[in-house]
């Protein structure tokens, strides 16, 4: 590709990185008050007896924010070697794994779904049960995607809208029954607003209403159920509470237990036009707060949902340019108070969806991944590693003495102290959740 061919990078990124005072405010201030709270430790010994005096060393071990990517490649490469790499490098970032469950891939043949994890292999769908399997070793939650999408429809699917409503019902009911005590959120019903054209699924009525009703009845109170769209229908498009991602969200919520709202973030654009036009909308931390302020007003957890910032060569040195759009991102996403959930769509160039492997076509083109093919991080990776698991992360030794507390203030999620006392030294797990005034109490085990 030519130099003449290449977007501008100071242009794509004037308004993301430009100076601007009450941006970085915003984004310190809230990460501090909405990712960090206090608490109070204390000791007690294996009687029940306050302990006087002791030195708590304390590390988190994990983050109660979820940051997830996809693992559609799990067991997905030629030798064990480089599926343990994939897995590793996974589990060391991310605490969230997005497990496929698309309707042609899960169910190719009619009442033959892939759910046990000896099903026959297809690419990037490995089955729920290994991918749930992989999330309990490592200590990954899993979330489920998608229950009901317009792509991805069996061929073998009725036509007539009461056959295709009861086959429906069937899959919601055969995937709760499996899954429902065991994956936690779905996204029940995926990019309604992008259906186009003709589609059976124009014939059954509402579709998303039927999605959510369908989920209501058959999964546990307890499931987040989450209505999923698409980067132009979540961020741009924007006429007030007109935005048609917002109406459609604010339906929903009055009528069914919608638990969080799923926005996805592609820039998938492939002319220097389109991606020197991201300044304006996509890549503008003013419009971004401007989204994701009015989605706030719902009352509901958001999710970014789908991530996929490129590395490519269409703009100067394109890993760099990803691994700076990346953090900054992050940034801006992680101090939203209304954020729970952060999830990067490919970790590994050269797998993207409906491209060949290890090559540059489709969604590849975009070199969208984290990590080289051969599992080799690239900077955006290190980016991510730095801000998870060292910038927020705590770390702190306190001092207890005459037996009363210490306080401590981190990021939420789950920690280990390592208490050296007067009886010797020992290692206690303890989780610091986002509710105030929260009191630890950390009980040794040796008398």
């Known amino acids: ?33 909405h990712r960090k709270g206090f608490a109070h430790l204390r000791v007690q010994d294996a009687n029940g007896q306050i302990v006087e005096n002791a030195k708590v060393e304390i590390k988190q071990r994990s983050h109660e924010f979820k ?7 799990l067991d997905q490469f030629d030798d064990d070697a480089h599926n343990l790499a994939y897995e590793e490098a996974f589990a060391k970032v991310f605490n969230q794994a997005i497990i496929p469950f698309y309707w042609s891939d899960l169910e190719p043949e009619q009442g033959k779904p892939r759910f046990a994890k000896d099903s026959e292999p297809i690419y ?29 429809w069996p061929e073998w699917l009725p036509k007539d809208p009461a056959s295709l409503r009861r086959v429906i019902e069937k899959r919601y009911q055969e995937i709760s029954a499996r899954y429902g005590n065991s994956i936690p959120t779905f996204d029940v019903c995926n990019e309604a607003l992008a259906l186009g054209g003709t589609h059976p699924l124009r014939d059954i009525g509402n579709h998303v209403d039927y999605a959510f009703a369908l989920a209501e009845k ?12 698409t980067t132009d229908n979540s961020f741009t498009y924007f006429r007030g509470e007109h935005t048609p991602m917002y109406m459609l969200c604010e339906h929903l919520a009055e009528r069914y237990p ?45 999710k970014l949902s789908e ?32 954020m729970d959930e952060i999830d990067f769509w490919n970790l590994v160039d050269g797998t993207a969806a409906y491209s060949p492997r290890n090559t540059f076509e489709g969604e590849n083109f975009f070199q969208g991944g984290l990590v080289n093919y051969d599992i080799s991080p690239k900077a955006g990776y290190k ?31 789950n920690y280990e102290a390592t208490i050296h006392y007067a009886g010797g030294v020992e290692t206690v797990a303890f989780s610091h959740p986002k509710i105030l005034n929260h009191e630890i109490t950390l009980k040794l085990k040796e008398v």
């Open 1 to 33: 590709m030519s130099a003449a061919a290449k977007a501008d990078r100071k242009i794509v990124t004037e308004n993301l990185f430009r100076p601007d005072a009450e941006i970085e405010n915003r984004i310190q201030r809230d990460t501090e008050r």
């Open 67 to 73: 940051f997830g990517c996809n693992m559609f490649l």
């Open 383 to 413: 980016v991510l590693d730095r801000l998870i698991n060292e910038e927020w992360n705590t770390r702190e030794t306190l001092e207890i003495s005459a037996g009363k507390s210490a306080q401590f203030h981190g990021y939420y999620g």
């Open 307 to 338: 991530i996929t910032i490129p590395g490519y060569t269409l703009v100067d040195d394109g890993e760099q340019f990803q691994a700076d759009v990346v953090e900054k991102l992050y940034r801006i996403w992680f101090s939203h108070p209304a």
């Open 218 to 229: 058959y999964f546990p109170a307890s499931t987040t159920l989450v209505y999923n769209e």
């Open 124 to 152: 990037r769908r490995p089955p729920p049960d290994r991918c749930l399997e992989v999330c309990q070793e490592r200590g990954i939650a899993p979330k489920g995607h998608p229950l009901l999408w317009q792509e991805f």
């Open 258 to 302: 919608l638990g969080a709202v799923g926005l996805q973030f592609h820039l998938f654009d492939r002319t220097p036009e389109k991606v020197e036009n991201y300044r304006n909308e996509l890549l503008n931390p003013v419009n971004i707060f401007r989204f994701l302020d009015l989605y706030a007003k719902l009352g509901l957890p958001l």
